[in-house]
């Protein structure tokens, strides 16, 4: 059981190029998310998700999209790459919302230069 | 700011020891709490969590305390082992807001031999 795979591991981008956070859950999980984790910080939300088809906004969805068209999948797209989305991302899934456990990815680091 | 933050930003304590984590929220009408285990180069990990209609619940070694006149939670670890040492973090989930759950920074726990 893989739980959630997240790809790539690492990843450096330069200043406006574009890439695609990869985010697979094979725990037949309705809810999935995206956070990002910079230096000595906690986790904020960027988008979530509640079901294929379905993604909304989370606390820092600029420079960001998302799509949601299986229930597996959850990529992460950067369409012009900055140097403030350094970060840390992760990616999460759970049964239902927040009420319960929700399981994370072991986290893609990108670096933006 | 953050609503949800935390006492001690490091803690060390000696093998065998209890550790205390700590953690202040700021909205009264949160109603679910979570604490994260994250161990370096990982993704956060589900430990224990707590609704607001409930003042203590254990899980194994560890327990989670709910004071919500002070707005306080804590996390206690009992018997502290080498593979505890990791950051802590606390999470809050705003009534209304079930897919907003807020982090606070972390506290990391080094474990002494």
């Known amino acids: 059981n893989a739980g959630v795979t997240q790809t790539p591991k690492f990843r450096i981008l330069k200043i406006g190029q574009s890439m695609t956070l990869q985010c697979a859950q094979d725990m037949n999980h309705n809810y999935m998310y995206w956070y990002r984790q910079d230096p000595g910080m906690g986790l904020k939300l960027i988008y979530y998700?509640?079901?294929?088809?379905?993604?909304d906004k989370g606390e820092v969805p600029n420079g960001y999209n998302v799509s949601r068209s299986t229930t597996e999948d959850f990529p992460l797209r950067l369409e012009l790459a900055a140097p403030s989305q350094t970060s840390v991302y992760f990616c999460?899934?759970?049964?239902?919302?927040?009420?319960?456990?929700?399981?994370f990815g072991q986290g893609t680091r990108l670096t933006v230069v | 700011g953050e609503s949800v933050g935390l006492h001690l930003p490091t803690l060390s304590v000696q093998e065998g020891d209890n550790s205390i984590i700590n953690c202040a929220y700021s909205n009264s009408a949160s109603d679910y709490f979570i604490w994260y285990k994250q161990e370096s180069g990982k993704g956060p990990q589900f430990i224990i969590d707590?609704?607001?209609?409930?003042d203590k619940r254990q899980g194994q070694r560890v327990t989670v305390l709910l004071n919500k006149t002070v707005k306080h939670l804590s996390l206690q670890i009992a018997a502290t082992q080498p593979g505890d040492s990791a950051v802590y973090f606390c999470?809050?989930?705003?009534?209304?807001?079930?897919?907003?759950?807020?982090f606070g920074k972390g506290t990391l726990l080094t474990v002494n031999p």
């Open positions: 999460a899934s759970s049964y239902t919302d927040w009420n319960t456990e929700a399981f």
């Open positions: 707590i609704r607001s209609n409930m």
């Open positions: 998700s509640v079901g294929a088809g379905i993604t």
């Open positions: 999470a809050e989930n705003l009534l209304g807001s079930n897919y907003k759950l807020t």
